[in-house]
């Protein structure tokens, strides 16, 4: 499989998602006693490598003009005195990082703050009281996020490890494809080594299958071609001397047809 940096053209208006429910709001709420930190550390092994690995490959590979926002284990404030949801990764486009992280609502996702809900997502399922199909996901097209991902390495939930739904409307539809068109992206289980570990990876890829790479897989490409050039050029200066030298011994010199 190919694994090229992605190009992606979206277009940068309108801000809300396609299918958002048309009485979707952005109200700013009173958030003096919202908690936005609770210092609660992630679940697993797992889930803290999945979601560093879909992080940072948006941030090295995904090649857009949007500005976009990419989070793991951020809170999503999407109404008053409503408790935020927490997806372990949350894509966000057409938004930038706010600058004064001494304010509260600049620290996590607030839908008033932001000016919308995000486009993407995504559940690692862990254990079986998530209620990743159940609650949550109502929850999630409540708070009109475009795409709602729920990853099941462990089939904690059944048999299937990957799901994608696309919210229509004020609900959620399963898609039958991996492909999020109104992101630009699509995810794909990848069999391979990161950070140490081989396992089944869950990877943004683009409408061809190719996925997106991280940082050290760039400079591992970039390192590969740089040696591939080196060794090209070495084949073809040797068989210039080898050229040089056969035109010598016939008596040619051969920096005269120069």
Not at 51 to 56: A, N
Not at 71 to 90: E, M, Q, R
Request: aromatic share 10%; with cysteine; net charge negative.
């Amino acid at each position: 499989m190919s694994i090229l940096p992605t190009q992606t053209n979206i277009e940068s208006s309108p801000k809300s998602f396609k299918n958002q429910p048309k009485d979707f709001e952005c109200v700013e709420p009173d958030i003096s006693d919202f908690i936005t930190e609770d210092d609660t550390p992630v679940d697993n092994l797992i889930t803290e490598k999945q979601q560093r690995l879909l992080t940072t490959t948006l941030y090295s590979s995904f090649l857009t003009d949007l500005p976009f926002l990419a989070t793991a284990n951020v809170g999503l404030f999407y109404g008053n005195k409503i408790p935020p949801l927490v997806p372990d990764v949350l894509l966000s486009l057409r938004v930038k990082v706010p600058e004064d992280w001494s304010q509260k609502q600049n620290r996590s996702y607030f839908v008033f703050s932001f000016g919308k809900p995000p486009e993407v997502a995504i559940q690692i399922v862990s254990n079986k009281i998530g209620n990743e199909l159940g609650s949550k996901l109502q929850d999630y097209a409540f708070a009109a996020v475009g795409y709602y991902v729920v990853f099941d390495p462990l089939k904690q939930l059944g048999e299937t490890i990957l799901r994608v739904y696309e919210l229509r409307g004020n609900s959620y539809v399963e898609l039958g494809n991996f492909y999020l068109s109104q992101v630009g992206l699509g995810l794909t289980i990848w069999h391979g080594i990161f950070e140490g570990k081989e396992y089944d990876w869950l990877r943004w890829c683009d409408d061809s299958g190719n996925i997106l790479l991280t940082g050290d897989e760039r400079a591992e490409q970039e390192k590969q071609r740089a040696e591939q050039e080196k060794q090209r050029a070495e084949h073809e200066k040797q068989r210039a001397d080898r050229l040089a030298e056969i035109l010598r011994q016939r008596g040619i010199n051969p920096d005269e047809l120069l």
